[in-house]
């Protein structure tokens, strides 16, 4: 049995999770299904909301992630991807209790991304992303500037878009994300990054103009995935 | 946590692992993640070409799945679906040696399709599926008849159907795969039953006019692996 195995922890929400094998697959180059990466995923949905951990109105779902952490390892995993911007604020304490390493959203993120100098991206993400400052700090290290939603916005555009996502409602959710995307291109956002894992999806539902000059953490999360198992797979 | 957990057996091929869990979340009535099914899901593709096997030109997936199935148990999967048609060959074998039990397929699907009397249902699956009688003697025990490809329809447009998904060519495989449809529909089948995990997502592609007429096992399975969750989740 191979050494190499994917670890997925999911379940935020199971939909993101989806379209993050999705998006392994797709951008896995093969001709038949045992070139594909092997995967686990810990799909599981039951942990405490991190927006609302993070807003300091709900409990941490930290002894959750833990635990689909130490089930991945236990299962076999190589390496491990945590499908959720939000949950990469406890990314240091899963990364100490793992035995096999984190990749970074961020980190994969601005591999795909490289800002121009003095280039403005928008980050649609949620208040906790936004606050934990990963897109912001390794934006202004490549010599980029972000801008971020306004607190009206949020409240408006995005926490309602985003549940309406987790709801199963992709194209609701799309239209109210796709205003929140036009106010930050009317700003002077020449790109966007769509760091929320409920954001492709609902882009996508609705074919939204805005995925034109975005970049999908998902799928540079994929891509940073594949690229460890391309290397295992082909021995280079 | 929770003492329930869907298991998925999947990997074969990868693409319908992934059409099976996002089946099973839009199968489930959820206002929230947390009202979602929590799933662990073993996508490992190294498993010997199932068609192969039986075919006697390859080697036996059977240690690869028992690997599988014990790496779900080992999660603490309360329930176990196997996200291939064909591989249910070594359903025994894998309840067997598993303490979650298996959800069948085929039960699934003839939950769904309740064939009228003297009703004819074509059926499109690998030639491991036709020969182990699974669907057929379901169907004949509820007064139907069952319509199977002939050899040459297999080989021009089964297979080489099939393979296509595999590799990723969606709409290839559609074509190929309507062809047969068409095929059987042509001998006096009402309804076809596209019992080889492959098909669905190829005919999605294409949105082919087949798909009004047809049962798809993956949505049976999700939607019975939904009922045991909803009678978990609301105590019913």
């Known amino acids: 049995m191979s050494r190499f195995l994917l670890g997925i922890l999911g379940g935020m929400g ?6 993050l094998m999705q998006k392994i697959i ?6 038949s299904d045992q070139q594909h990466a092997p995967v686990v995923v810990w799909n599981v949905p ?7 951990a993070l807003a300091g109105t709900g409990p941490s779902p930290l002894p959750q992630l833990l635990h689909g952490v130490r089930r991945l390892n236990g299962a ?6 945590i499908a959720c911007n939000t949950a990469h604020h406890w990314y240091g304490e899963l990364a ?7 990749l970074h959203i961020a980190d994969a993120t601005l591999d795909s991304l490289r800002p121009e100098r003095g280039e403005r991206i928008g980050l649609i ?3 906790g992303t936004l606050d934990a400052g990963w897109f912001q700090q390794r934006i202004a290290a490549l010599g980029g500037e972000t801008l971020t939603p306004l607190p009206q916005e949020m409240r408006e555009w995005f926490v309602p878009g985003c549940y309406a996502v987790k709801r199963g409602d992709l194209r609701g959710g799309g239209e109210l994300l796709s205003r ?6 009317a700003r002077g956002a020449a790109r966007l990054i769509l760091a929320c894992t409920e954001v492709p999806p609902a882009f996508a539902a609705i074919d939204s103009p805005w995925r034109s000059v975005s970049v999908d953490p998902t799928r540079a999360l994929a891509r940073a995935a594949v690229r460890h198992w391309l290397a295992y797979r082909d021995g280079v």
Chains 1, 2 share one sequence.
């Open 14 to 19: 199971p939909l993101a999770t989806v379209d």
């Open 26 to 31: 797709e951008e896995t180059p093969a001709h």
């Open 46 to 52: 039951q942990v405490a909301d991190r927006q609302q």
């Open 76 to 81: 076999g995993a190589s390496h491990i991807l």
């Open 96 to 102: 100490a209790a793992s035995r096999a390493p984190l």
């Open 125 to 127: 993400a949620t208040q």
């Open 180 to 185: 929140l995307a036009q106010a930050l291109a």
